[in-house]
C-alpha cells in the first residue's frame, strides 16, 4: 500500500491512473522508517515555520535566498542520493545547480527545501519521492509542438527555488518534499510503471515533469529520463528555467523537450513577485534553444504586474532575435491564486492584443492559453495560413501536418511531430 498521510498531494489533475498502474506504483515503507521520518518532520517543523515567516517579512527587500537552518535529516534518507553540481568548502558545500548557489553549513537545507548538508556531502532529499501523478494530454503543459494529441505520465516532488506569489500549486512547490505524500518511485520503477501504463493505453509516449520544479529534484529528473528513454519513452521537463548553463545542458542531453516560463520581460518584477532573475532565465532559453531538446515558451500575463505591452513587445523582440521566429510562444491566462487573489484574471482582449504585438514582432506560432474555446489555440501556417492543428482546450480535433509539413504549401512546420 502507498503511504498516505492526511497531507496535500495536488490531486485533482488530469486524468487518473489506469486501472492497475496505482498498484505498480504502492508498496510498504516499513513502520520504523515510517516512526523515523515522523519524528524528523515534526522536529523541523517549528524551524520551517519560523524560515517561512522570515521569508514573507522580508519579501520587500531585494532577492532573499531562504537557507533553512539546521534543518536537514542527520542521515540520508530513504529518498535521497548524493547531488551532483556542489562544491565542498570544509564542511560548508556550495550549491551550484540553480543561480541562488546556496551556501549551507552542516545540517542546513537549502532555499529549494529539496537539498541539504548532511556531514559535509550535498544530498537531494527529492529523489524517488513524487507527491502527485497524474495522466494529462500533452497540450495541458502546454506543449503544442510536441506529439500533439498524445498524453503525458506527469509528476511533480515537493519542493522550488522559486517564490512565485501566484504559482497555482503552492500546496506543493511551497513545501519540503516529505511534507507532502510521497510515492516510492525511484527512477527504475518510475520508468518501468510509465513503460506499463504506454502498454495499457498506447498514446501515452512521454514521461513529464511538472507541476512543481523539477530543477528541486533535479537528480531525479536526469536517472528518470535515462533509465525510461531506453523503453521507448520521451521525457519533457516544465520549468521556470532558474537553473545554472552546467546542470541545464545536462538535462538537455537526454531529454526530448523543455518548456520555459518566461514569467516577465522586468527585473523588478522577477525579484518581487517570483523571487528570481530574468538574466537567469533568458540565459537558459538560450541554451535550450541551441540544444537538441524542444523548446516551447510561455508567460503568463498577470493583471498590472507585466501585462505592459512594450514590455511584452520587449519580450517577444528578445525571442525573435535571440531563439528565432519558430519557437511558439504561449501567453496564459492568469487566475486569482495564492498570495495574488486580491487581483482579477487577465482580461481576454490583453491576451489578444500581446499576441497581436508578438505576431507583429515576427513570431510564427503564438498562442492563447487557459481561454477554452479560443481560435488563438490553433496552430496555422506561417505561410500561408491555413489551419493546421484545431484546438479546443486541451482537445485536438483535427491535425493535418505531414511529415512536419504544411500540407498545402509545403512550409516546414517546427516541432517534433511523430
Ligand atoms: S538548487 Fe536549491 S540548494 Fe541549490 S542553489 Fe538552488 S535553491 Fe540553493
Given at each position: 500500500m502507498a503511504r498516505k498521510r492526511s497531507k496535500k498531494s495536488g490531486e485533482g489533475k488530469g486524468e487518473p491512473l489506469p486501472k492497475g498502474i496505482r498498484a505498480i506504483l504502492r508498496k510498504d515503507i516499513s513502520r520504523r522508517e515510517f516512526i523515523k521520518k515522523s519524528?524528523?518532520?515534526?522536529?523541523?517543523?517549528?524551524?520551517?515555520?519560523?524560515?517561512?515567516?522570515?521569508?514573507?517579512?522580508?519579501?520587500?527587500?531585494?532577492?532573499?535566498?531562504?537557507?533553512?537552518?539546521?534543518?536537514?535529516?542527520?542521515?540520508?534518507?530513504?529518498?535521497?542520493?548524493?547531488?551532483?553540481?556542489?562544491?565542498?568548502?570544509?564542511?560548508?558545500?556550495?550549491?551550484?545547480?540553480c543561480p541562488f548557489e546556496c551556501i549551507l553549513g552542516e545540517g542546513d537545507r537549502g532555499h529549494c527545501r529539496t537539498r541539504a548538508n548532511i556531514n559535509g556531502k550535498l544530498y537531494t532529499l527529492a529523489y524517488g519521492n513524487p507527491c502527485t501523478i497524474h495522466i494529462d494530454p500533452i497540450e495541458k503543459k502546454p506543449l503544442f509542438h510536441f506529439l500533439p494529441k498524445t498524453k503525458a505520465f506527469s509528476l511533480a516532488v515537493g519542493g522550488c527555488n522559486l517564490r512565485c506569489m501566484y504559482c497555482q500549486n503552492w500546496e506543493i512547490s511551497q513545501v519540503k518534499p516529505e511534507s507532502v505524500e510521497e510515492y516510492e518511485l525511484p527512477p527504475e520503477r518510475l520508468a518501468e510503471a510509465a513503460s506499463q501504463t504506454h502498454q495499457k493505453d498506447n498514446s501515452i509516449k512521454t514521461i513529464a515533469y511538472t507541476y512543481s520544479e523539477p530543477v528541486?529534484?533535479?537528480?531525479?529528473?536526469?536517472?528518470?529520463?535515462?533509465?525510461?528513454?531506453?523503453?521507448?519513452?520521451?521525457?519533457?521537463?516544465?520549468?521556470?528555467?532558474?537553473?545554472?548553463?552546467?546542470?541545464?545542458?545536462?538535462?538537455?542531453g537526454v531529454v526530448d523537450a523543455i518548456k520555459i516560463d518566461l514569467k516577465?520581460?522586468?527585473?523588478?518584477?522577477?525579484?518581487?513577485?517570483?523571487?528570481?532573475?530574468?538574466?537567469?532565465?533568458?540565459?537558459?532559453?538560450?541554451?535550450?534553444?541551441?540544444?537538441?531538446?524542444?523548446?516551447?515558451?510561455?508567460?503568463?500575463?498577470?493583471?498590472?504586474?507585466?501585462?505592459?505591452?512594450?514590455?511584452?513587445?520587449?519580450?517577444?523582440?528578445?525571442?525573435?532575435?535571440?531563439?528565432?521566429?519558430?519557437?511558439?510562444?504561449?501567453?496564459?491566462?492568469?487566475?486569482?491564486?495564492?498570495?495574488?487573489?486580491?487581483?482579477?484574471?487577465?482580461?481576454?482582449?490583453?491576451?489578444?492584443?500581446?499576441?497581436?504585438?508578438?505576431?507583429?514582432?515576427?513570431?510564427?506560432?503564438?498562442?492563447?492559453?487557459?481561454?477554452?474555446?479560443?481560435?488563438?489555440?490553433?496552430?496555422?501556417?506561417?505561410?500561408?495560413?491555413?489551419?493546421?492543428?484545431?484546438?479546443?482546450?486541451?482537445?485536438?480535433?483535427?491535425?493535418?501536418?505531414k511529415n512536419g509539413r504544411c500540407p498545402y504549401c509545403g512550409t516546414k512546420i517546427n516541432g517534433v511531430w511523430s
Open positions: 519524528i524528523v518532520g515534526a522536529g523541523t517543523l517549528a524551524l520551517g515555520v519560523y524560515s517561512i515567516d522570515h521569508y514573507i517579512l522580508n519579501r520587500g527587500r531585494d532577492l532573499f535566498s531562504g537557507i533553512f537552518n539546521r534543518d536537514a535529516p542527520s542521515t540520508p534518507p530513504l529518498f535521497s542520493r548524493e547531488a551532483e553540481f556542489y562544491v565542498k568548502k570544509g564542511n560548508m558545500v556550495q550549491c551550484k545547480l528541486a529534484f533535479y537528480e531525479y529528473v536526469l536517472d528518470s529520463a535515462r533509465a525510461s528513454s531506453n523503453r521507448g519513452l520521451k521525457n519533457v521537463i516544465i520549468t521556470s528555467g532558474y537553473i545554472n548553463k552546467k546542470p541545464l545542458l545536462k538535462w538537455a516577465g520581460f522586468n527585473e523588478k518584477f522577477y525579484r518581487k513577485i517570483n523571487g528570481a532573475e530574468l538574466e537567469g532565465v533568458l540565459r537558459s532559453i538560450k541554451t535550450v534553444a541551441k540544444s537538441r531538446a524542444f523548446l516551447e515558451v510561455v508567460n503568463l500575463v498577470v493583471p498590472t504586474l507585466n501585462d505592459n505591452y512594450d514590455e511584452l513587445r520587449q519580450m517577444a523582440s528578445w525571442l525573435r532575435h535571440n531563439i528565432g521566429k519558430d519557437t511558439p510562444l504561449h501567453f496564459s491566462r492568469f487566475y486569482p491564486n495564492y498570495r495574488l487573489r486580491n487581483l482579477p484574471p487577465t482580461p481576454i482582449n490583453t491576451l489578444r492584443k500581446a499576441r497581436e504585438i508578438a505576431l507583429d514582432e515576427g513570431l510564427h506560432y503564438v498562442y492563447i492559453g487557459n481561454v477554452p474555446h479560443d481560435t488563438y489555440e490553433n496552430t496555422y501556417c506561417p505561410k500561408c495560413k491555413a489551419l493546421l492543428i484545431e484546438r479546443i482546450g486541451y482537445f485536438v480535433k483535427k491535425n493535418v501536418i
